[in-house]
């Protein structure tokens, strides 16, 4: 686990130059009173740089007495496949049929496939999640949520 870890953090410090070289090359478009374009990439940069240097001393330091089964069973990996092909026939259906219509829907099949089964908690959960997400990127970030074109 130690040298997974060195690789690891050195791979994701390597990946974090690869962002910061593109985040140089973002447009300035700094409309007055906000943030510019880049600031946002700026701060996650700066947080992967953090969090691979910790992890780099951590492993180089203190080591590790973790030890890792490289071995996946069927079940996670047909549980893996599942979730992929849900995610992508999630969002190629709420580009027909928008997110307030798709995301419910893919609440529920996500929650029972992880083992929920009280109806009225899942139907309950997704339907006050869905509605969460949509007022509060509606109206707190102004973002547009899919439409749909069927809807």
């Avoid at 060195?6 to 974090?16: A, S, V």
């Avoid at 798709?102 to 959960?125: C, D, Q, Y």
């Avoid at 869905?130 to 547009?144: A, P, R």
Wanted: some cysteine; aromatic content about 16%; glycine content about 6%.
């Amino acid at each position: 686990m130690r040298v997974v870890n060195i690789i690891l953090g050195l791979t994701l410090i390597l990946f974090g130059g690869f962002y910061s070289y593109l985040t140089l090359h973002l447009p300035d478009r700094n409309l007055p009173n906000t943030l510019g374009s880049a600031f946002m990439p700026w701060v996650l940069v700066t947080c992967l740089y953090i969090l691979s240097a910790l992890l780099l001393l951590q492993t180089i330091y203190r080591g590790s007495a973790e030890s890792c089964d490289y071995v996946i069973s069927k079940k996670e990996g047909s549980s893996i496949l599942f979730l992929v092909v849900l995610v992508i026939v999630y969002i190629k259906a709420m580009a027909y049929f928008g997110f307030l219509l798709v995301t419910p829907i893919f609440l529920i099949i996500l929650m029972l496939s992880i083992g929920a089964r009280k109806w009225k908690e899942v139907l309950l959960t997704s339907t006050l999640v869905t509605f969460g997400i949509y007022l509060f990127f509606q109206k707190v970030f102004q973002i547009i949520l899919p439409a749909g074109k069927f809807f």
